[in-house]
Each structure stands twice: as structure tokens, then as C-alpha cells.
């Protein structure tokens, strides 16, 4: 509260220089501050202004525990003061509802709602995702004040990686247009997109540090995981728990998957970073004479792999449910560097995840599953064949991983070829 206060009064200095009246109040409370101090000043300052005062207090839910909590409670108990002793509206920017909260408070040792410590909420305001439309409406007026101009293409493959999240929306343009490509005569085109998006996840600015760092909740854990690995049902967790991370704009509103194609890039890419950092692998270790990708042979050394490793490497991975996904991801990562490309599909309630990688003229599908019944593999098999179908895929594989303990790894291990359709499948046990 302290610092609160002492920031008003540095902006107030700032800007009411002819005002004085906010310097003297701030400075009687910051000799002793009590649970009234941050209302005292408000009004003392309303009481003192010949206009009425707006307030806006931006990222409210950076404050934590009991400071939030008296907060709110400050705001509420100013409230019927209104406006000649407090401000007339006050607007909390955040990334939640603050009806949504809960927030532990170590003095009463109970966790309180944001509603009951601030019942006073007249509206709540939302930033909504960018329509295609909006997408390329923002993206002309950069046509129109450079002359440099996006393809359509661009806009739309843009709108697709971005699914209209402002944030993202804006920074993949101005990558492309004052990074990668800040000749205007050059127009912006889906390659340069894409480059753009590339840059954007290695660089990690900071919604997306942010982001990650929200992973790390445990209640956010719990979710991410089941999408991570296909698994479970939205009836599975607690409603202030969706909730809470549609709200941080993790996933869609209608369903529980992850909000757009960057943030999947982003997350299994983040989760298994120091993974995929102390991996040794080398892309030319899978490479044929005619350059195009050996993948089986990648398989077999990631079979041996695991085999060796993810009992202690799955022990540390805060995601248990998908951490064998995770741990394939980062040692094929580590590989498809070198020149390829890696699409992710995954959702909750899927039971898989659909993994595409496009390496020269190769489009190779592989297929993650968790066994969990005797149909597993002839369901795979269907999932698998269907997605290189939507895919024109060169080649099919479905990983199998057996989580029971009680098998060994020689009853675990196998690899079997199938043809289903067209397509001549190899199913690789682990």
C-alpha cells in the first residue's frame, strides 16, 4: 500500500503540478498507514478537485492476497461517496472478471471472492479477438500510410496462426514489416508471415513470458495437461477453472482446446525446453543420401530413448499426463531444426495428438496415444490414416506409450506395420 500511494503522489506531482492538496494527504498517511489510507486519499483529493475524477487502475490483478483484497474493499467502502468525495467511476483493467476471484487472505485464513469484496460492478468489458475482417482492415491502413501491401494470403494466414488475438495480430505485422522485410516496395506475403511467426516464439517478448509463466499454475496445469495429451472431459474440472484460463485467452471460449496455432507452437515448445536443451541430437543423424528424413530410423532412436531416460525424465515434468508427448516433441524438435517444419493439432477429449512434418516434399504424420484399452491401437490406426488423408501425407506413424509399471519394457516395445486403406501405417509401442 505503501508503494501505491507513493506512486499516486509521483504522478500526481507529474501532472497537478498547481495542486498541492494530493501531495499533503499522501504524505499524513505515509506516516501511518492504516486499512483506510488508499480511500482517504481518493476522497481527500475528490473533496479538493473541481471536477469529478475518473479512475483507472490498470493490471489490478498484479496485486496478490490481502493487498487486492483491501483494495476492493477501499473502493467499495468510498463507493456511496460519490462523486464530490470519490471518484465518480472507477475501472479495474486485468486479465479477469474481478467477480472471478479468489484470492487467499492470510488474515482471515479463507480465500474470498472478488464479488464479496466488491459488489459494486455496474459492467464488464471485454477485449474480443479481431474478425478476419478487422484483421485486414488494420493491416491496410500500413497499405495505405507505406505503400507497402500484404498479399491476400498473407492476411488470411495471418488471421488463421493468430485467430485475431490483438496482441499477436499486431506484433507478427510489425515483424514482418519493420524487421524482415522493411523494403515498402516488397509486398508482406505468407512466407514472410510465417518467418515472422518463427522469430515471434524464439524471441519470447512479454505476453508471451507472461503466458508461460501462467503454466506454471496449478490449476492451469491441471487442464493444459488433459489438452496436452487428449485426455479427459471439460465436466472433469472445476467451472472456475475453465474459466479462468479462457479468460487469460489460453483457449477458446467454445471449447477447451488452445486459443490459436502460435500459443500451440509456444506451449509444448516452452514446457519441454530445458528437455530439448540438454538433448544431443543432430539433424544429419536422420537424413538419407537423397536428403529427405529417415524417420523410422529417428523412431528407433527415440524407442531407445525412452527407454533409458523417461523413467527419471518424466518424474520431473510438472505435466505428468503428457509428458511423454512432450519429451518426443523436444527430441524431434531438436532434429526438424535443422530444416523442417512441425504442426501440432491437440484438444481435450481427443485422445490424441496429431503431429505433421513437412520436410522437403515429405509430409509425415505421427500420431501420439496414451494406451488405454485393447482398442487403442485399431483406433489410432483410424485417427492416423484419416489425418493423412486430410493431409496428403507421404508417409503414417502411430506411437503407442504404455504408462502401466507393471509390464516390462521388452512386453512394452514393439513396432508393427498395417495397412489401413492406402496407407501402409507402422505402429511403434513404447
Known amino acids: 500500500m505503501r508503494i501505491i500511494l507513493e506512486e499516486m503522489r509521483a504522478w500526481a506531482k507529474l501532472f497537478f503540478k498547481q495542486d498541492d492538496s494530493i501531495f499533503a494527504c499522501v504524505a499524513e498517511e505515509l506516516k501511518d498507514l492504516s486499512g483506510s489510507s488508499l480511500k482517504n486519499v481518493l476522497q481527500a483529493w475528490c473533496q479538493a478537485s473541481s471536477q469529478p475524477i475518473i479512475l483507472f487502475i490498470d493490471e489490478i490483478d498484479s496485486l496478490v492476497g490481502d493487498t487486492l483484497i483491501s483494495v476492493l474493499r477501499q473502493l467499495r467502502a468510498g463507493y456511496p461517496n460519490r462523486p464530490h468525495a470519490f471518484p465518480q467511476s472507477a475501472c479495474l483493467v486485468g486479465v479477469r472478471d474481478v467477480r472471478d476471484y479468489r484470492i487467499w487472505s492470510e488474515v482471515d485464513q479463507a480465500m474470498v471472492l472478488g464479488g464479496s469484496a466488491f459488489n459494486i460492478k455496474a459492467e464488464s468489458l471485454t477485449l474480443p ?57 516488397l509486398p508482406i506475403t505468407k512466407a514472410v508471415i510465417e518467418r515472422a511467426k518463427e522469430t515471434l516464439i524464439q ?21 493444459i495437461d488433459a489438452i496436452m495429451s487428449g485426455s479427459g472431459e471439460e465436466a472433469d474440472f472445476k467451472i472456475d477453472d475453465v474459466q479462468y484460463v479462457r479468460d487469460l485467452g489460453l483457449v477458446t471460449s467454445k471449447r477447451l482446446e488452445i486459443a490459436n496455432p502460435i500459443y500451440q ?113 485399431e483406433k489410432g490406426l483410424e485417427q492416423t490414416a484419416d489425418y493423412m488423408d486430410v493431409n496428403s501425407a507421404t508417409e503414417g506413424h502411430l506411437v503407442v506409450f504404455d504408462r502401466k509399471t507393471d509390464k516390462s519394457w521388452d512386453e512394452r516395445i514393439f513396432r508393427q506395420e498395417h495397412a489401413i486403406g492406402k496407407y501402409q501405417i507402422t505402429v511403434w509401442g513404447m
Not at 139 to 152: I, P, R, V
Not at 168 to 174: E, G, P, S
Not at 203 to 221: A, G, N
Request: net charge neutral.
Open 129 to 185: 479477438n479481431f474478425s478476419l475482417e478487422q484483421v485486414r482492415d488494420l493491416y491496410l491502413q500500413h497499405t495505405k500510410e507505406t505503400g507497402q501491401k500484404f498479399t491476400d494470403e498473407a492476411i488470411e494466414y495471418a488471421f488463421y496462426l493468430t485467430q485475431g488475438q490483438p496482441w499477436l495480430v499486431n506484433a507478427l505485422a510489425y515483424q514482418a514489416c519493420f524487421r524482415d522485410v522493411t523494403d515498402y516496395t
Open 203 to 223: 524471441r519470447r517478448d512479454t505476453h508471451i513470458d507472461v503466458l508461460v509463466d501462467r503454466l506454471s499454475e496449478p490449476r492451469v496445469r491441471d487442464i
Open 265 to 377: 507452437e509456444i506451449i509444448p515448445r516452452e514446457l519441454s525446453y530445458t528437455k530439448q536443451e540438454s538433448i544431443v541430437q543432430q539433424t544429419s543423424w536422420y537424413l538419407r543420401k537423397d536428403g529427405l528424413l529417415d524417420v523410422p530410423k529417428f523412431l528407433e532412436a527415440f524407442t531407445q530413448f525412452y527407454r533409458e531416460n523417461s523413467d527419471v525424465w518424466l518424474e520431473k515434468f510438472a505435466y505428468k499426463e503428457s509428458g511423454p508427448h512432450l519429451l518426443l516433441m523436444a527430441f524431434l524438435q531438436r532434429v526438424i531444426n535443422g530444416g523442417g517444419k512441425i504442426h501440432r493439432e491437440y484438444a481435450l477429449g481427443r485422445g490424441r495428438v496429431d503431429l505433421l512434418i513437412q520436410w522437403l516434399t515429405q509430409h509425415i504424420v505421427i500420431e501420439l496415444k496414451v494406451k488405454r484399452g485393447k482398442t487403442t491401437i
